[in-house]
């Protein structure tokens, strides 16, 4: 069962244009929302988050929207620069002290020159 | 600061073999957690620690054992390993917060690479 969903295992954008990264969740449960950027043999770092609070959230080139009726939230790029290229996750925290979180299968970006 | 560093980086068992997975982190932080990534896969959670000996199960604990003795350290054991343990292993942790509209983002490792064949 998987509660947090990335259905574009795959991007391509050229340099300059904006980058739109998907994802949806399932669980009405869930109150905050991080983005996490991967690069090859490294571990997952982590970009940008939103409280279910609210619906954007803004960090230069980046930004988060939540839609809470729809359970979706996308990550826009703008600029998309090439060191952007990089697989994204989409992860939500569940209820609980601990806040574990739940990842998407994530979305490999490739910023095209 | 080091962050999070994970030992080793590869590893290749034998079916049946143990290991330990290490990983120490030098934030102070009082969680941590151990993941999973399978090929074109998310992150699975194996186990979490919400403190120096305090763990819990994630969503896929089966075949894995963990400790955590001190705040720093926080070893993955497998103890009979099988091939559908070959897997990346990500071990993150974070600084525990208060507020519930924020959460301190998890600080990964560079992850250890294993191999059961």
């Known amino acids: 069962d998987q509660q947090v969903k990335q259905n574009s295992p795959s991007l391509s954008v050229q340099e300059g244009r904006i980058s739109i990264l998907n994802c949806d969740y399932t669980?009405?449960?869930?109150?905050?929302f991080l983005w996490y950027k991967k690069y090859p043999a490294e571990g997952p770092t982590f970009l940008i988050s939103?409280?279910?609070?609210?619906d954007k959230n803004e960090d230069g080139r980046f930004t988060v929207f939540l839609n809470k009726s729809a359970k979706h939230l996308s990550l826009h790029i703008v600029p998309s620069q090439p060191g952007d290229s990089a697989v994204y996750f989409c992860?939500?925290?569940?209820?609980?002290?601990?806040?574990?979180?739940?990842f998407g299968t994530g979305t490999r970006l490739q910023v095209t020159l | 600061n080091a962050g999070v560093t994970q030992t080793p980086k590869f590893r290749i068992l034998k079916i049946g073999q143990s290991m330990t997975l290490q990983c120490t982190q030098d934030?102070?932080?009082?969680?941590m957690y151990w993941y999973r990534q399978d090929p074109g896969m998310g992150l699975k959670l194996i186990y979490y620690?919400?403190?120096?000996?305090?763990?819990d199960k994630g969503e896929v604990p089966n075949g894995y054992n963990v400790s955590r003795s001190t705040t720093e350290d926080f070893p993955l054991r497998l103890e009979l390993a099988a091939p559908s343990q070959t897997s990346v292993y990500f071990c993150?942790?974070?600084?525990?917060?208060?507020?519930?509209?924020?959460?301190?983002?998890?600080?990964f490792g560079n992850g250890t690479r294993l191999t059961v064949t």
């Open positions: 620690s919400v403190g120096a000996g305090i763990t």
């Open positions: 934030m102070n932080h009082n969680y």
């Open positions: 939103i409280s279910s609070i609210k």
């Open positions: 992860a939500a925290r569940g209820a609980g002290t601990a806040s574990k979180l739940t």
């Open positions: 669980n009405s449960m869930f109150d905050y």
């Open positions: 993150a942790s974070r600084e525990r917060t208060l507020q519930s509209s924020y959460n301190s983002p998890l600080h």
